[in-house]
Nanobody, 127 residues
Framework: QVQLVESGGGLVQAGGSLRLSCAASGRTFSNYAMGWFRQAPGKEREFVATISWSGLRTYYADSVKGRFTISRDNAKNTVYLQMNSLKPEDTALYYC????????????????????WGQGTQVTVSS
């Protein structure tokens, strides 16, 4: 089992920044690729960003590319999502997720492949 706890959400004005954190516990964190997803009211949960367990490979949704940065610190069992130039359409509940991978460069942008999920942290961007 892997337990994931997100933090860092809040209310910010458009153009502002937030940094989300996701603390993991349980199984060896470095064996898991990590992802961030988000879900706005009335919409499906959508992919935001993912990072391999080595931290060397990342992939982003087109809607956040150039504005968001995913990173991880395996020594601290934590993954981060730095969000800059926030827009009202970024408002959502943000979830951290983990997927077991078997090589250092593996990652996934497919929601159904993820094994573990956090409870989410709310991000609200006002116009």
């Amino acid at each position: 089992q892997v337990q994931l706890v997100e933090s860092g959400g809040g209310l910010v004005q458009a153009g502002g920044s937030l940094r989300l954190s996701c603390a993991a516990s349980g199984r060896t964190f470095s064996n898991y690729a990590m992802g961030w997803f988000r879900q706005a009211p009335g919409k499906e949960r959508e992919f935001v960003a993912t990072i391999s367990w080595s931290g060397l490979r990342t992939y982003y949704a087109d809607s956040v590319k150039g504005r968001f940065t995913i990173s991880r610190d395996n020594a601290k069992n934590t993954v981060y999502l730095q969000m800059n130039s926030l827009k009202p359409e970024d408002t959502a509940l943000y979830y951290c997720a983990a997927v077991r991978t078997y090589y250092s460069g593996g990652y996934s942008y497919t929601r159904d492949e993820y094994d573990y999920w956090g409870q989410g942290t709310q991000v609200t961007v006002s116009s």
